[in-house]
């Protein structure tokens, strides 16, 4: 990774407009995702509703991946491959999604439920979202990645959960993946400052036991190390006129799941028009 770059507002506006057309097909595939639907199923309605909106899939052919979306049910944490194999009552299902427009990214996640959960999986999905949200708060001006780190994992930790440590956040912009890293842990008062313009994927990958992971031989899925479940949420965050601002949003899940929710409401400078 080279140094940060920093966005102009114009640019930014740029990677909202593809950070929107992910959340509006995480907001499709919500409607969607049921028992008995497989992956490879899912990961084609993604395909075509991300090309209907004149956008490409941002992660296929990234790296030779695969397919649109990363699809990591259960104890897998990130990075899976869809497949046909069907979602079953009581699994979690992380969704990663890209997309590119104009020159910019869009890469965004959120870990769904497959009908009903048991209260341990709800309990890491809900932790593991308010450390998103932990992290977004700390995404402030003259804070520092270090801040970050430590706002997601105190969050984490606390409960017991295991923070990964090798997959981090990014920079992004029209690259997927630029500087800086942002890792789900860290030091307060420790590593880069932030600055207005820059723009984050804050990506808490959070695991029920140990932090440690493996990779399976097809190079690519990562899973827990212990075999629990792991969860994974992501946003696109800007810091604009001092202030972190959300370019993607969870809002079109929430409709699709008829779900009301204030959560995004402090990062957003113009209301939402869905
Ligand atoms: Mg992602
Ligand atoms: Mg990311």
Known sequence: MSGIIIKT?????LIRESALIVSRTLGMLASEIK??????KLDGLAYEFIKDQGAEPGFLGLYNFPNTLCMSPNAQVVHGIPNNTSLVEGDIISIDCGAFKNGYY???????????????????????????????KSFQLNNRIGDLGYAIQYCC???GYGVVRELVGHGLGE???????????????????????????????????????KQLKDGWTILTADGKPSAHFEHNVA????????????EYIYKALDITSEEELPYRSHPLVL
């Open 157 to 159: 930790e606390k409960q």
């Open 239 to 250: 810091l604009v006129d001092d202030k972190p601002e959300l370019l993607s949003t969870f």
């Open 9 to 13: 507002k114009e640019e930014i506006e």
């Open 106 to 136: 869009g890469d965004h996640a959120y870990t769904f439920a497959v009908g009903e959960i048991d209260t341990e999986k709800e309990k890491l999905l809900r932790i593991t979202k308010e450390s998103l949200y932990e992290g977004i």
């Open 175 to 213: 690259t997927m993946h630029e500087a800086p890293e942002v890792p789900n842990y860290g030091k307060r008062g420790r590593g880069k400052k932030f600055l207005n313009g820059m723009v984050l994927a804050i990506e808490p990958m959070i695991n029920m036991g140990t932090h440690r992971i």
């Open 35 to 40: 028992p008995g639907i497989s992956t490879l």
